[in-house]
């Protein structure tokens, strides 16, 4: 299995622009995770998901980032309008659908808003 | 509420040298626990979990760990340090039985001398 994968691994934009990060879970994973990482706050969970569906989204910042999951292989986490605050790297987690199950990780998007 | 503590920020030791990074953690029933690791531009990898049973649990790349429910920590130990274990490393936890997904510390950075 190639893991989870995720698109793009760096993405430079200006602020104000619109920016969609992608993340394919590794097959029959029924959770799936975004995280940001930064190094003031460390690894934050934005939102999860189960069977495609968000189950929490607490961790959402504000009403500019939105998460979706279309179909178990695909999920995107967008940010619109983007800020300079928003730069941090951005994680995809998948795992099967167990409290005692680990979860593997995505190489990560490296997102810097100018 | 599920908490985890990181007490040290880094950690250095020499190559050869036993290894400790220390993790206590705060929940109100039965814990799960993980340790990961993460390398230089990299996602985080599972090295190891506490589910149940013997308390002293083995991982990847000769790692353990030893659950103590009295003093509420869960320490990663490795017998001889290598300069390749240089990382970050977090510890995590989620209690049984709650919906709250992982809680992750605040990371601890090991840098092993040679």
């Known amino acids: 299995d190639a893991g989870v994968i995720q698109s793009p691994r760096h993405e430079v934009t200006e602020m104000g622009q619109e920016v969609t990060l992608r993340c394919k879970p590794i097959s029959g994973h029924n959770s799936l995770f975004w995280y940001r990482q930064t190094m003031m706050r460390g690894l934050e969970l934005l939102i999860y998901?189960?069977?495609?569906?968000?189950?929490?989204d607490s961790g959402m910042p504000e009403d500019r980032f939105s998460a979706k999951m279309p179909n178990a292989s695909f999920s995107t986490l967008k940010i619109q309008p983007s800020e300079p605050r928003d730069s941090a790297v951005y994680f995809c987690?998948?795992?099967?659908?167990?409290?005692?199950?680990?979860?593997?990780f995505g190489p990560g998007t490296r997102l810097t808003v100018l | 509420a599920q908490s985890v503590a990181q007490p040290e920020d880094q950690v250095n030791v020499a190559e050869g040298n036993p290894l400790t990074v220390k993790c206590t953690y705060s929940v109100s029933g039965n814990p799960y626990l993980f340790w990961y690791v993460q390398y230089p531009n990299r996602g985080l990898q599972f090295l190891l979990k506490y589910i149940t049973g013997d308390n002293l649990v083995k991982g990847s790349y000769g790692f353990e760990a030893e659950f103590n429910k009295s003093q509420t920590s869960f320490h990663l130990k490795k017998p001889s340090a290598l300069v390749s274990d240089s990382a970050l490393y977090f510890c995590?936890?989620?209690?049984?039985?709650?919906?709250?997904?992982?809680?992750f510390g605040s990371g601890t950075q090991l840098t092993v001398l040679p």
């Open positions: 998901f189960n069977n495609n569906v968000p189950i929490d």
């Open positions: 987690a998948s795992s099967p659908n167990s409290a005692y199950n680990e979860q593997f």
């Open positions: 995590a936890v989620r209690e049984i039985g709650s919906a709250r997904q992982l809680t």
